[in-house]
């Protein structure tokens, strides 16, 4: 099989997924952009696969994916013969689509779209230049997936056998399925075409992102994070593909989505999406479950600590995947003994010990990591600091709270705890970034929507600006939190 067949099949074999993912998720998604639409279809369909290579492996092993085609073609046959999707039974735009239709800020928006397509075309060619090389994927991704699809099933020997320790038997295996999955769909495993599924997750991630943001706040923020998504190269590089980092990143910002829409509606439609979001975060790395109940404990503080309040506002929904997850680990691999931790960290005797473990971890961060990218985040800094707050802030304290989870980590590892600030960290703290664009993209067009408003306000008739067509109550309550001059409540409430 040449490297050119080898693609098209895989990218056949993603195209089968997105199919049978947009099947299953046609009724959640009433309402959602056209891009959101073809992430959520992507990613439900590479559960769906996955959850299918498990059980059919299970029952039929070594059958390779004839049973799992077929299963498809009966999951997308059942679901156009069902009922049509409802529409949405309210207004999913908060009304900023006609403060886009200026051609300025028209071309502006192309303009960013144009730089995230350039930035995901580098990654594409750099990911399928040569085969999957990085260390993590030769020591543990690459070899968990090659020996699930020689197999034809999940050998127990991943889990129990001492030999392979350094493969992590803890680890989610959301990865090494869906390589062999789409290689058991492909006819075959080739390292350099299976690359194709990073690209591929980047894409899905920069339409979650404009998708998402041109929903919920305007085309511009959509634009905006997908070109500062699309320029992370220190996560969209070809050393990251094979590993889990990149279908993670595309996990957080899927949980992200659906938990603003839970934390404005409360729809089960956004409850659904939220808990298949954090089944994927949670089957990618362990990493998700912390940002998922991270997003969970966000939801409690929101309900003012009332559990049964929040688990009825849907607190459910990131907090049963991380359990079903630790259910089946449980039932694959059994209780292990705990190698990559020192638990004994948190006896009292100990406890000065690890002070100063937590301390070199910090200093080591602050005097090699934050260096290396002091010019952005200073940049950042100040961008936060003049801009007004946006719909995504909330996640600023789950980031924060994230990032601290990660120097903990360090601090109690079984292994020196600056090798690991040195190897994982800055590849870890990527994957929050396209998640954190959409704070970014927020706040921009957040402050775009207040300029327009203003220019267009009451008092500015004879100044030669047009004002805005008239708005449902909704808009006008989007108007009213963001931007209150003098005069504005009592017009505003008039002209509606």
């Known amino acids: 099989m040449t490297f050119l067949d080898g693609v098209l099949r895989v990218l056949g074999g ?49 059958l390779g994916a004839l049973p799992i085609l077929a299963i498809d073609g009966a999951i997308v046959a059942a679901s156009f013969l069902a009922r049509r999707p409802l529409p949405p039974s309210r207004p999913v735009e908060p009304g900023n689509a006609g403060l886009m239709a200026r051609g300025d800020r028209q071309a502006l928006v192309v303009a960013l779209l144009a730089i995230a397509a350039v930035g995901w075309l580098i ?8 085969p999957m090389w990085a260390t993590d994927y030769l020591a543990m991704w690459g070899l968990k997936g090659k020996t699930i699809f020689e197999t034809g099933f999940i050998p127990r020997r991943l889990f129990q056998d001492p030999a392979l320790y350094w493969g992590r038997p803890d680890h989610p295996l959301f990865v090494p399925l869906s390589l062999a999955t789409l290689a058991s769909l492909s006819g075959g495993w080739q390292d350099q075409a299976l690359a194709l599924l990073f690209p591929l997750c980047e894409l899905a991630t920069l339409c979650a992102l404009y998708g998402f943001l041109s929903r919920r706040v305007s085309p511009l923020a959509g634009a905006t994070a997908a070109a500062f998504t699309a320029l992370s190269f220190s996560l969209y590089r070809a050393a990251n593909s094979g590993l889990a980092e990149i279908p993670l990143a595309f996990a957080l910002v899927l949980a992200s989505a659906p938990f603003f829409d839970v934390l404005e509606t409360g729809s089960r439609p956004a409850m659904t999406r939220l808990f298949l979001a954090s089944l994927l975060s949670a089957w990618i790395k362990p990493e998700g479950t912390l940002f998922v109940l991270l997003l969970a404990g966000v939801l409690w503080v929101r309900q003012r600590f009332r559990l049964v309040d929040t688990w009825k506002s849907g607190g459910w929904a990131p907090v049963v995947p991380p359990v079903l997850h630790a259910s089946l680990m449980f039932l694959l691999c059994r209780p292990q003994p705990v190698r990559e931790f020192d638990l004994t960290f948190f006896e009292p005797r100990r406890w000065s010990e690890l002070l100063s473990r937590f301390g070199t971890v910090l200093a080591r961060i602050l005097g090699t990591e934050v260096p290396r990218v002091w010019i952005p985040l200073l940049a950042i800094s100040l961008f936060l600091l003049v801009t007004r707050r ?16 990660y120097l903990a980590a360090f601090s109690i590892s079984s292994f020196d705890p600056i090798w690991k600030v040195d190897s994982c960290f800055q590849r870890i703290t990527a994957t929050l970034l396209p998640a954190f664009a959409l704070v970014l993209g927020a706040r921009v067009a957040g402050e775009r929507r207040a300029a327009d408003r203003l220019t267009s306000s009451p008092g500015n008739e004879g100044s030669g600006t047009t004002r805005p067509a008239p708005e449902t109550a909704e808009q006008v309550a989007h108007t009213l939190l963001e931007i209150r001059p003098a005069g504005y409540l009592d017009e505003r409430c008039r002209v509606w």
Do not use: N
């Open 390 to 405: 946006g719909l995504a802030d909330p996640l600023l304290a789950v980031f924060a709270l994230q990032i601290l989870g």
């Open 14 to 62: 993603s195209l089968a997924a997105v199919a049978v993912g947009y099947a299953c998720v046609r009724f959640l998604t009433p309402g959602l952009h056209r891009s959101e639409k073809l992430a959520w279809s992507f990613a439900t369909g590479l559960l769906v696969q996955a959850i299918l290579f498990v059980l059919l492996s299970s029952v039929f092993p070594g």
């Open 123 to 130: 990654f594409l060619v750099a990911a399928l230049s040569e």
